[in-house]
């Protein structure tokens, strides 16, 4: 009796889930764009002809127009396709698509650090501080400069990858931390790993799928609790580093991000604001290595990929290193405008992959009519960058690799606004000048020193399939750097 009693509850208790889920989809479902319809809590994670939307966002611009309604699960998320409307967006709408989006993974990562309120002082504090402290200016040039040269002299028998990110990861952890680590050393490529598998895993179906249901994953073992174990053990060498630099903290000098931050704390102690305490230092010091080491790094073993695959494009860039610069001095910052064609390359490798950006959502700050619809405050939008990046009214061959979009009729850098890599208005990445920095001086000094070349099976694949492969897997293509006689 009492089993029967217990089932039936139980049923019950499901039928209430369901009905409540469908009826809360169905209110929200028509109060926003149309789009492909969803199953229910599951929404559209797993219909192969929606995601990844960086794969069938085409097929569903034909079909719903530029701006549509997507279910991650039980959660809808606006997309916007094409440079009108993520440009309308972003830029002339910035304001009210500026908010942040409650993420479940990084509540999880953080355990709740960091207020909306206070996200956006300590991003205001962020700019304002690697601004001053460098970013964009010759420091900060020349601590690339210097790892660029750890860089070369430590490819010689290694599989250039692999070093790539250790050299990426060791120009943000000087930042940070004030000091850069050896590519042997078996903490830092650990850490480089965690946070490999970090950025891996928020671009995942499982890290969409956590991201729906969290608090059911939750109850279950499986890689995501790998992950947040990895994310407690790198939170707690951040926090060691953390203990050190106030022992050791002198303000007439000094060091590095992590002494900003202290200071500012100790000067704001006595105001009634708990915004720049340790924790909060922990998990933005925590952000920063992710942001700072996945993208550029990714971009940078893209740009080797490309070079190996188009061999004609890789001599032309060598050819205007050479004629810019002497065998024996370093790229720097200065040159970037007397190479031409090298910046337009660059910039083709930041325009032509196909990048999945759904996993992090902007959302509306208030409530918001955009073209025809009222979002309510607090809606999840996606700019599919994607989408812009090969929009055929921006881009002259948006399916091919082409440097040309980025030259002008004399061959010189041409601007394009459509080139949105590391988002917009309020929502732009805080380290894009560190990024484009690294992407120009690591790129000119590899090529500078090495000619890079395909091995194995990957010789035979074309360029998009290359692409393809390294983002399915996370494991770029197999390549040796050839040293250039100078």
């Not at 970090?198 to 799928?209: E, H, N, R, T």
């Not at 000619?451 to 998009?464: E, H, P, S």
Request: charge should be neutral.
């Amino acid at each position: 009796m009492e089993v029967a009693v217990t089932g039936a509850l139980l049923l019950l208790w499901v039928l209430f889930i369901f009905i409540f889920y469908s009826l809360k989809m169905y209110k929200e479902k028509s109060q926003l764009p149309p789009g492909p319809t969803p199953w229910f809590f599951l929404g559209n994670l797993l219909q192969k002809d929606v995601m990844p939307l960086s794969k069938n966002y085409s097929k569903l611009v034909e079909k719903y127009g530029p701006m549509f309604t997507v279910w991650m699960g039980p959660k809808p998320v606006v997309v916007l396709c094409g440079f009108d409307a993520v440009k309308d967006a972003l830029m002339d709408h910035a304001e009210e698509f500026g908010g942040r989006i409650s993420s479940p993974i990084s509540d999880r990562m953080t355990k709740g650090h960091g207020s909306d309120m206070e996200w956006r002082e300590l991003r205001r504090f962020t700019v304002m501080t690697l601004r001053d402290f460098g970013m964009g200016k010759r420091s900060m040039s020349e601590r690339v400069q210097e790892e660029a040269v750890c860089l070369v002299e430590a490819l010689a028998g290694f599989d250039p990858t692999t070093r790539i990110t250790s050299a990426v990861s060791n120009v943000i952890s000087s930042v940070i931390f004030g000091t850069r680590f050896d590519y042997a050393d078996k903490t830092f490529l650990k850490h480089q790993r965690i946070i490999e598998n970090q950025v891996d895993f928020f671009q995942s179906f499982l890290g969409l799928l956590y991201s729906a249901v969290p608090k059911i994953l939750d109850c279950f073992p499986g890689r995501h609790q790998k992950i947040f174990s990895d994310t407690d053990e790198l939170c707690s060498f951040i926090r060691e580093n953390v203990k050190v630099h106030r022992q050791t903290l002198d303000p007439q000098n000094i060091r590095d991000y992590i002494d900003c931050f202290l200071i500012k704390s100790e000067k704001e102690q006595r105001s009634a604001s708990d915004t720049f305490r340790t924790e909060n230092l922990v998990m933005t010091a925590f952000g920063l290595c992710l942001a700072g080491t996945g993208t550029t790094s990714f971009f940078l073993i893209s740009s080797l990929m490309v070079m190996a695959k188009l061999p004609h494009i890789q001599a032309k860039v060598q050819q205007e290193i050479d004629e810019v610069m002497s065998a024996t001095r370093a790229p720097s910052m200065e040159d970037r405008v007397r190479m031409p064609f090298t910046n337009a390359v660059i910039h083709e490798i930041l325009r032509y992959p196909l990048l999945s950006n759904e996993a992090a959502p902007c959302t509306t700050s208030c409530d918001t009519k955009f073209r025809g619809f009222t979002f309510p405050k607090g809606t999840a939008v996606t700019p599919l960058f994607t989408s812009v990046h090969r929009d055929p009214l921006q881009w002259e061959t948006p399916e091919q690799f082409n440097p040309g979009h980025f030259l002008d009729e004399k061959g010189q850098f041409k601007k394009k606004d459509a080139l949105i890599v590391f988002s917009a208005g309020k929502r732009a990445c805080i380290g894009e000048a560190l990024a484009r920095m690294e992407l120009f001086l690591f790129f000119s000094t590899l090529l500078q020193n090495f000619t890079f070349q395909l091995v194995g099976a990957a010789k035979d694949m074309d360029l998009a399939s290359l692409f393809t492969e390294f983002r399915a897997k996370n494991v770029s293509p197999l390549m040796k750097a050839i040293r250039r006689s100078m």
